[in-house]
């Protein structure tokens, strides 16, 4: 099947939900700490991030909607009042609780705490990291690209963040290499769907 998403959708027949995020997969997941410029700290997974460049290191992650109480979400807001933010590495250990920090709660609420997640001290930020996760990228806030508005009325706002200090948790180290099979990161797929990664292969390249 083929179809035009401006005129028809992402469900056209014999689609039965939105089918997008079925389409560009496995996407790895953008949990996002950041602090309000009042000091209340926000915690927010996004299945839309991603790393943009090697050198220098940035990231991105794009918030899809409003929050519930009006205006654009606390990451993108945050991360512009503050000017930083920080990655969190999200493995299948810690799946429920990066779940629990997708819930919509009020501005004022600490939402590393209601998800029972630990905190820890950033280095050349502000915004804690969550303890639980073995890696960790240290961002400052670069620009704010607004996307357009969907046909439903959605808007679009992706950040961008250049990464300024690098955790990694010794226990996921192999020979000197970050070692995938002992991270087990999370990916995000389609729908409700999730894959952990725990096993690899390598290819050579042809020069």
Request: proline share 9%; net charge neutral.
């Amino acid at each position: 099947m083929e179809f035009d998403p401006d005129r028809d959708g992402m469900r056209p027949p014999p689609l039965t939900r939105n089918c997008y995020n079925a389409l560009v997969m496995p996407r790895p997941i953008g949990w996002i700490s950041t602090l309000s410029p009042v000091g209340v700290v926000n915690l927010a997974p996004y299945s839309f991030f991603n790393s943009v460049s090697g050198d220098p290191p940035c990231v991105m992650f794009c918030a899809n909607g409003s929050h519930r109480e009006g205006g654009r979400k606390d990451s993108v807001v945050n991360a512009e009042a503050t000017g930083e933010f920080v990655f969190n590495l999200c493995t299948y250990d810690l799946r429920e609780r990066m779940v629990a920090t997708a819930a919509h709660l009020p501005r004022s609420v600490d939402e590393m705490a209601a998800a029972g997640l630990a905190a820890a001290p950033s280095v050349k930020v502000r915004p804690p990291r969550v303890a639980a996760s073995p890696i960790h990228l240290e961002c400052r806030y670069l620009q704010t690209v607004q996307l357009p508005t969907g046909p439903g009325g959605t808007e679009n706002y992706t950040v961008f963040g250049r990464v300024v200090q690098v955790h990694i948790s010794d226990a996921v180290l192999t020979d000197g290499m970050v070692d995938v099979r002992k991270l087990r990161p999370l990916a995000r797929l389609g729908y409700l769907d999730y894959a952990v990664i725990d096993e690899v292969f390598r290819m050579a390249r042809p020069d």
